[in-house]
């Protein structure tokens, strides 16, 4: 299933001539444009087609998905590619077919990494009784409506129970149907389970069967992979819009990681568009004041971020803007 990404990238570049042209119809040429004397003007060069491989994670041939700018039309895509439908999806991962948290689709792709879509497995149902105040998960969610497992922190009352991994979908609490909510909406309901109570996760965990242990093949001219290497990443805004922008620098990914540090403390959840997008909005604030108006003022207000979360944010942004985590 996995090939070699040079030979990749020519049958990429046939393909992709091959559907531009037959996307035109017959009696549709390339044209130039006339001005007043006569003289023709060369048509402007078409926008170049953003294309992206993708596989199965548990195994398939290999894919070319192109034409959507949102997380949810991605998922659509990719269900059109594989003849399934696009729910049952989990998530994506980029650069790698196992369920790596640390490599997830989020609200960016780098213009040369490889997807990997984890599709729905076995369903499970397990019955917990929280001792503690907190179970010790970090939640995370795919941008289409499914919150999943991405931490299990060591010594938790979750981690005590052997069938509860992460990766899984948290479809269920007891008869609370959870497909839809956000990360934060899920901690929020798990967090206000009382202590003592035994309640019920209806869990799905991606496919695991079938070849999951493959993955792509490695160069073996040792050269470094081809793909995942990008500097530039198709990025997408909340209004809907993609755009490509460079990937983030050094002072940038150091005060996201940060601040996702933060969201899971407080909030038991990891989203690093959330911690993208916090950062961004501090950017043109001058104090703690300004910034808690600007998130007041912003849809990171339905978050309900404390004042006491919102000074340690800021102190995250301030300590990354003046090097104080090199």
Not at 35 to 55: H, V
Not at 185 to 200: C, D, H, N, S
Request: negative net charge.
């Amino acid at each position: 299933y996995s090939r070699n990404m040079s030979f990749l990238q020519k049958i990429k570049r046939e393909i992709l001539r091959e559907s531009d042209a037959n996307d035109l119809p017959q009696n549709c040429k390339p044209h130039s444009e006339s001005n007043m004397n006569g003289n023709d003007i060369p048509s402007a060069p078409p926008k170049p087609k953003l294309s992206f491989y993708c596989q199965m994670a548990h195994g398939s041939p290999t894919g070319i998905i192109s034409g959507f700018s949102n997380v949810k039309e991605l998922y659509k895509k990719i269900a059109e590619c594989y003849d399934m439908n696009d729910f049952e999806i989990l998530f994506c991962t980029l650069n790698t077919h196992k369920p790596d948290m640390n490599k997830l689709l989020g609200g960016q792709i780098g213009l040369e990494d490889f997807i990997f879509a984890h599709r729905k497995g076995q369903a499970k149902e397990v019955a917990i009784t929280k001792t503690d105040d907190a179970l010790g998960l970090t939640i995370t969610d795919n941008g289409a409506g499914y919150a999943f497992i991405k931490r299990i922190k060591e010594g938790s009352t979750i981690d005590s129970i052997e069938h509860i991994r992460v990766g899984d979908h948290i479809e269920k609490i007891d008869e609370t149907s959870l497909i839809g909510c956000r990360h934060y909406e899920v901690a929020r309901m798990l967090k206000e389970i009382p202590k003592g109570t035994t309640f019920t996760l209806r869990l799905v965990e991606p496919l695991r069967a079938g070849f999951s242990h493959i993955g792509p093949r490695s160069d073996h001219r040792g050269g470094k992979k081809s793909y995942g290497t990008g500097k530039e990443t198709l990025r997408f805004k909340p209004n809907g819009q993609a755009k490509i922008e460079q990937a983030p620098d050094d002072i940038v990914q150091t005060a996201i990681v940060k601040i996702n540090g933060l969201l899971e403390l407080f909030l038991g959840i990891n989203d690093t568009d959330l911690a993208t997008q916090i950062w961004e909005l501090a950017q043109s604030q001058k104090n703690t004041m300004d910034f808690a108006e600007a998130i007041d003022n912003s849809d990171l207000e339905a978050f309900g971020f404390t004042d006491d979360f919102i000074i340690e944010l800021w102190g995250a942004v301030t300590d990354a803007k003046s090097g104080r985590y090199n």
